[in-house]
């Protein structure tokens, strides 16, 4: 059974998707050190707004991180484990769309 080009976009979103989430939050531990999480944004201020942009695009990074941890470490109900993945590709999906447009924008196709 063949897959329809919209489905091939899909694929295709959602791993330049989670691919780019990888590479920003391990970018990230390697310049500052530390991992990327969201307690950055409890620090407030300029330091937290600084951090959003990074947050958004890493966020599904972080999500499956902290579920597979949290799985192998407190053992962590599968259903939340599900869930808390489909909520990651969802939200990779999303920030593929985002930087394949911005990519096709600043290329001017």
């Given at each position: ?51 959003l942009p990074l947050l958004a695009f890493s966020?599904?990074f972080i999500i499956l991180r902290n579920t ?33 447009n911005l990519a096709s924008m600043i290329v001017?196709?």
């Amino acid at each position: 059974m063949p897959l329809s080009p919209a489905a091939v976009d899909s694929l295709r979103t959602l791993c330049i998707g989670l691919a780019l989430s990888g590479l920003l939050a391990s970018s990230f531990e390697l310049f500052a050190a530390r991992r990327a999480s969201f307690t950055l944004l409890e620090r407030g201020g300029f330091s937290a707004v600084a951090a959003l942009p990074l947050l958004a695009f890493s966020a599904p990074f972080i999500i499956l991180r902290n579920t597979v941890r949290g799985r192998r470490i407190e053992g962590r109900p599968f259903p939340f484990v599900m869930l808390a993945t489909m909520v990651a590709c969802g939200w990779g999906l999303v920030s593929g769309r985002v930087a394949l447009n911005l990519a096709s924008m600043i290329v001017g196709v």
